[in-house]
């Protein structure tokens, strides 16, 4: 993990110590929002978790209870990518603007959920019996996170299926550094802010 990458895991958990503007529970898993974007509605980002974690439990209702047990929490938050895992916080992050975009599916938002829960699960695992540390073999459980995305594009109807079925082939048949590819945080929070300076700009406008 770089530095950066360290830092803004400590700023996610000075913020859930202090920092919490709105809680939930949907679907028996406690959801916390920190929504810094004034263009996007809480009550919409809400909704559309509410929505993706619904498939989840309507068509793969285990994967559900899984869930319930494996996470402490879901944090929504503006964050470099669509979704993470934070071992020591036991928490799933789904991005905010992620969840705002309508582009993208409910099915496509559940997948990522999916994919992150199996990074919790494996996680549970390791502290059960004491073995490995995360990081140790990141291609092989990516490849576990994409084949549950697989399994859950399957269980879906077709159409709602069909996008999640393809990101999750296309992802499982690449090699093991382009599966889990080392991220460059520097640029990617770079990315992130010239957004938010770019809706800003167009806010004031």
Request: proline letters at 4%.
């Amino acid at each position: 993990m770089s530095p950066l990458g360290d830092r803004i895991r400590a700023q996610l958990r000075t913020w859930l110590a202090a920092h919490v503007r709105e809680a939930r529970t949907l679907h028996g898993i406690s959801v916390l929002v920190e929504n810094t974007r004034p263009d996007i509605a809480t009550s919409a980002v809400l909704e559309r978790l509410d929505d993706a974690l619904g498939l989840i439990e309507q068509y793969q209702p285990w994967r559900l209870r899984h869930l319930q047990r494996d996470l402490r929490r879901i944090v929504v938050v503006r964050y470099p990518c669509r979704g993470a895992y934070i071992p020591s916080e036991r928490t799933c992050i789904t991005e905010l603007t992620f969840l705002a975009r309508r582009d993208i599916s409910a099915a496509v938002v559940a997948s990522s959920i999916v994919h992150e829960g199996i990074h919790a699960r494996v996680d549970r695992f390791r502290q059960i019996v004491g073995t490995g540390a995360r990081g140790d073999d990141m291609p092989r459980e990516e490849r576990l996170c994409r084949t549950a995305e697989l399994a859950f594009g399957r269980a879906l109807p077709s159409e709602l299926g069909r996008p999640v079925i393809e990101r999750a082939l296309a992802s499982l048949s690449l090699e093991d550094q382009e599966v889990a590819p080392a991220i460059d945080w520097e640029v990617a929070r770079a990315r992130q802010d010239a957004i938010d300076a770019d809706a800003a700009r167009r806010r004031a406008d």
